[in-house]
């Protein structure tokens, strides 16, 4: 049976993720932008918090480790890269590193671009990928500290997983994706498609992630820029994939 995955709204507009396994009943929680309603759903399942991995500095994914430290003796799991920017961790990891939870394997894969540093968590025996602002819902994160050859080359490692897995981005930013990504793939049915979809479930305020890697592979501008239509429609037809990545993030930064 796969772990049981909780998808939780945080602050305005991020997520957060609990992991539990029901036969030892461990619970994992990926970032945590505010303690409240990840107590407040522990709580509500009678679950014990006994990890939690972080993928990134910043604040918003981060913000709220000391308050659920104060009631759940849980522990750290975060890169060894950027330990200087995080909380104390009690197990450092970075690129290619594996560990056990609920009796299944936790890849690690260093996905830097938006952050030096930045990992992403990947259950492949559950099908699930925390991608938090590397690969993200029709989108990808800004470039703050890395390079476009970075994220790129980050986003090579996600796409390369089985196409059922689950991408468990960070942030509700679909819909504001689907308006930018339609600019540079006009044409493509698919996302058409998805960008209705999107409409409907933001208008009943239903999230939009987690999504599938196989719709991000069809419709995400981030992951298609060696498709031969995108590449025409920036009159960069035949110009190497990551220069092409780099063209449609300095036009989403733009956007």
């Not at 407040?40 to 910043?58: A, K, P, Q, V």
């Not at 750290?76 to 009796?103: C, M, Q, S």
């Not at 671009?113 to 990992?119: A, N, Q």
């Not at 968590?121 to 099908?127: D, E, I, Q």
Request: net charge negative.
């Amino acid at each position: 049976m796969p772990l049981e995955l909780v998808t939780l709204p945080a602050l305005s507009d991020n997520y957060t993720y609990l992991l539990h396994d029901s036969d030892s009943g461990d619970t994992a929680c990926i970032d945590v932008p505010e303690a409240k309603p990840i107590l407040d759903e522990l709580s509500l399942r009678g679950w014990r918090l006994t990890e939690i991995w972080l993928t990134h500095h910043h604040h918003d994914h981060i913000g709220g480790v000391d308050d659920l430290l104060a009631v759940h003796d849980a522990k750290i799991t975060g890169a060894k890269a950027d330990r200087h920017r995080l909380p104390p961790l009690n197990r450092e990891v970075e690129d290619g590193d594996r560990f056990e939870f609920g009796g299944e394997a936790i890849d690690v894969l260093d996905v830097s671009g938006h952050t030096l540093g930045h990992v992403a968590f990947v259950a492949k025996g559950s099908g699930y990928a925390f991608t938090a602002d590397s690969l993200m819902a029709l989108g990808c994160g800004r470039l703050f500290e890395g390079t476009a050859a970075q994220m790129w080359d980050s986003l090579q490692k996600l796409a390369a997983l089985a196409p059922d897995t689950l991408i468990c981005s960070g942030h509700e930013y679909t819909q504001a994706n689907a308006r930018f990504a339609v600019t540079i793939d006009p044409d493509n049915p698919d996302l058409k498609a998805r960008v209705d979809r999107i409409s409907s479930l933001r208008d009943n305020n239903e999230p939009t992630v987690p999504s599938t890697l196989s719709d991000e592979a069809a419709t995400n501008p981030f992951l298609r820029a060696a498709d031969p239509a995108i590449q025409a429609h920036l009159d960069m037809l035949g110009a190497e994939p990551v220069d092409v990545f780099a063209e449609i993030r300095a036009r989403k930064d733009r956007f």
